[in-house]
């Protein structure tokens, strides 16, 4: 499954940095960061020069608010985690209209001090249609407080399998796809992008066949496509047809979410914690580093940008902190090949229609 351009990637992407432009944005943090933090250049759908931080922080919690099914985020936990996550350096905030955090990203943010102008926001919103998506939007302005997005992604091609829309889109009444859905959707974004409502549009958890979709429509094609990838889950024909096609690769649950056990029936067995696997720990050992370092620098060696989410501001700084080692080529291939059957930790978009 691992295809040899990947791991070819792997083992010059450390000393690419981009693009010398891209270079000028490099950022460093005092004695926060280790190294520098490098940017990657988004290259469709942008406004001029858009330069998207390698590391961002996720915000969407998937515990409830009496402590089951994982670690629970609300307006509080994302002013805390927003505001840490810019103290320790970090500058790039993932966030969705669906988010029960977005008002707290934005409190956060507001009370870091650090300009608008300096952090990259990404907010998404769901397939439902062209005016639905128009008046989401406004409420994600006002609710971030910010007269713009830094990245807008459509979040899912349509329902997450296992749930259903209520009410149901009038994009998708009597229809048996979504593909009417994202297709107005995506001209939502692009009368945003336009209007220069937002600097750069993409989409999330889209396959190669919604991607498609886009492409025959002639129009703009995304500069992100963010999806669920760690070696437990790496669909690496979609992350070769992204990067081939300019596409900026952009992963959720890097670590194969610790709250993974949301998303499974009760008959699946406890997938093992993937920081503490034998493979993933003595590699760790080797280099010197933590279990969360090797699985983010795996990631950053094939061109992928990334959105773990903590509340410990420890953690943040451990997570800025993968750029100063590179792994070598055989490490790759073993945390490639890691010794455990594929599993997915969210719903599966593949089977969207």
């Known amino acids: 499954m691992f295809s040899l351009r990947i791991i070819l990637l792997g083992l010059f992407i450390s000393t690419f940095y981009l693009s010398s ?10 004695k926060t960061l280790h190294s520098q933090e490098p940017v990657v250049q988004l290259k469709n759908a942008v406004h001029g020069k858009v330069f998207m931080p390698v590391m961002g922080l996720g915000t969407k919690g998937a515990g409830l608010l009496d402590g089951t099914g994982g670690e629970y985020w609300g307006n509080e936990q994302g002013h ?30 507001i009370a870091s001090g650090v300009p608008r102008s300096k952090i990259f926001i990404t907010s998404k919103i ?27 992604l459509i979040h899912w091609p349509g329902d997450k399998p296992g749930t259903v829309t209520k009410p149901v889109p009038a994009c998708k009444k009597d229809k048996s796809t979504w593909t009417d859905c994202r297709v107005q959707t995506w001209k939502a974004l692009e009368h945003l992008f336009k209007q ?24 703009l094609i995304p500069s992100v496509n963010q999806v669920e990838f760690h070696p437990y889950w790496h669909e690496d024909e979609l992350l070769d047809f992204c990067q081939k096609n300019n596409i900026t690769f952009n992963s959720y649950a890097p670590l194969a979410s610790a709250d993974h056990a949301t998303f499974l029936g009760t008959s699946w ?11 993933v720990i003595r590699i760790a050992e080797k280099y010197h580093k933590s279990s969360v370092q090797i699985l983010l620098r795996w990631q950053w ?42 599993s997915k930790m969210f719903p599966d978009p593949r089977l969207i229609l």
């Open 196 to 219: 220069k409502k937002v600097h750069a549009i993409g989409v999330s958890n889209f396959g190669v066949n919604h991607l498609l979709e886009i492409f025959n429509l002639n129009s």
């Open 269 to 279: 067995n406890p997938i093992p914690d993937l920081r503490q696997h034998p493979d």
């Open 301 to 342: 060696q094939q061109g992928i940008v990334m959105n773990p989410r903590t509340l410990n501001p420890a953690h943040m700084i451990e997570n800025l902190s993968i750029f100063d080692f590179k792994l070598s080529k055989q490490d790759m291939m073993i945390l490639s090949y890691i010794n455990h059957p594929m």
């Open 126 to 152: 769901m397939s439902i249609g062209y005016d639905e998506a128009l008046k989401t939007f406004d409420d994600i302005l006002a609710s971030l407080k910010t007269d713009y997005i830094d990245l807008l």
């Open 21 to 30: 432009d891209a270079k000028k944005h490099t950022r460093t943090s005092g």
């Open 80 to 109: 805390n985690a927003t505001l840490a996550w810019l103290k320790a350096g970090g500058r790039r905030i993932d966030s969705s209209s669906d988010y029960i955090t977005q008002d707290g990203v934005a409190t956060g943010w």
